[in-house]
């Protein structure tokens, strides 16, 4: 949880120190345009929060049973967006999931509950000249995607579930002016390698998302 509170600590400051000179040369901006030409720039700023429910496609080789189970995303959202028809978006966001992982050759009293935390950047190219509709697409950066376990003597490391760099697509529903919903698919490039009970094995894994999102 401390770990939690310093992350969501560290976002807020970077949003902040990213948000403050954009939304300078925006207020100078709009007056210059408005004092000559009577009418707003086409480009703009807008930011949001997203709260996503998370599933976490997950392979392994035959010897491993991997149960991914359903997870929560939370994200900021910045997008800068031009004409109304095309946006660049960026997102700070902390997804959280479990995988129950079992020794097929042990059998199923032996597994354990893996839980997998990922901080993720996405940024994404938007397309929104179609209707409420939005088509998002762009790489993924992956800053942490580790996942532990517990045993009745220690926490045990898992191994990372996310390559440092993925990529993301996905669509979104404009409900309301301020309402968007979303649903998105990310993958890895490449596999990541994981420890199981003094075993290594590769994985390959992937995140489906489906949220809401509320545009300021």
Known sequence: MCRLIRWLTAIQFVVFLLMVPC????QEYDAYYMSDYGRRP????????????TYMGVAADEARSLSPRLGVRGALVMSLCWAERYAIQLEL??????IRT????AGTDSGHDVRSNVMEIP?????????????NAGPVLSLAGTARYD???????????????GYAAGLGVKLTKNV???????GNLGRTLNYYEGHEFHSRSYW??????YMF
């Open 42 to 53: 086409s480009a703009r700023m807008e930011m949001g929060i997203s709260l996503a429910a």
């Open 23 to 26: 939304e300078t040369r925006s």
């Open 123 to 135: 940024l994404l190219f938007s397309l929104r000249g179609l209707g409420p509709l939005r088509v």
């Open 102 to 105: 079992e020794d097929v050759a």
């Open 208 to 213: 489906v998302t489906l949220g809401l999102g």
């Open 151 to 165: 045993t009745e003597a220690e926490r045990v490391e898992f191994g990372r579930m996310r390559t440092t760099v």
């Open 180 to 186: 968007v919903i979303d649903a998105r698919f990310t």
């Open 93 to 98: 966001a902390y997804l959280f999931n479990k």
